[in-house]
């Protein structure tokens, strides 16, 4: 898959494309449904598919004090779409200048750009100045200008419209299991092991501290079975998302006690696989204590790795 980040990088021969249009944020399963058609489309006509998007969200832009966290990062987006087979991702900055495109501008972009036969949107997709352009505009700029529109309707999953506000607010309150069903995959966090406060290893519990890309968005605070990616290994571990109150922490981070595993983490680029949620995160009156809990919550994550 060739990724471009800029729209000059793209090949000057390009023609006969099926667009992907949107912003994609956490791919997941009505995006996927939008990506497979394109790449549907692009394998039967002999064309190329391409998903259009942006490298950060509109409304960093729009309303910067309502920007959301992100669900994943650019380079782990990269690599599920290359998995699926899309040949090119064009992933552009959202800038000031950008917003100012009407729709009319936006279509003669891609029309000039990317020369399409075919465009694939949700039916909540919008386009141009301040959203204007809709799915009605885009299928009527498509007819003076010869491409198709395909529609694609919400996906639903418990009986909810999947989008990534929703799985957003489940992940946010700690509903770990059903935004996997709405992702189509587990919640994964990708970082780097940093060094910590090491206070988990006097304790007999230690921890690897994950360092997350700071706009990527942090499950709600407490204890989940993890499984944790190294190296092409998976160990089972358990995972703490919160500022650690029993020592009076300030600052949210990941922290994850892996269950048989010993080795130097420090500098390692990991990835952290949400299961299910164990507890909420709690303030104990001393270090015994959380030892106490920690060993419940080894035992009740057993419980659910047999399960998984």
Sequence with gaps: MKICTQLTDLPSALTNTAIALGTFDGMHIGHKQIVNRVIQFARQSGGTSVMFTFSNHPRSILY??????????QEKKAK??????L????????????????PTEFVDLLVNYFHPAILVVGNNYCYGYHGQGTSVSLTAAGKQH???????????????????????????????KLA????GQRYELDGTVIDGDKRGRVLGFPTANIAVLPDILLPAD???????????HIYQGLANVGSNPTFQGRERRLEVFLLDFSGNLYGKKVQVSFIDKIREEQKFSNGNKLVEQMNLDIAQAKIIFALS
Excluded: C
């Design 180 to 183: 996997a069903l709405g992702l």
């Design 64 to 73: 910067p004090e309502r920007s959301p966290k992100l669900l994943m990062s």
């Design 80 to 85: 599920l779409l290359e998995d699926l087979g």
């Design 222 to 232: 407490g204890v989940y079975a993890v499984d944790f990616h190294l190296d092409h």
């Design 146 to 176: 010869n491409f198709s529109v395909e529609i694609v309707d919400m996906v639903t999953f418990q009986g909810t419209a999947v989008s990534s506000t929703v799985i957003r607010n489940l992940i946010k309150t700690g509903q770990i």
């Design 87 to 102: 040949d090119l991702l064009v992933t552009i900055p959202f800038t000031a200048d950008f917003l100012k495109h009407s």
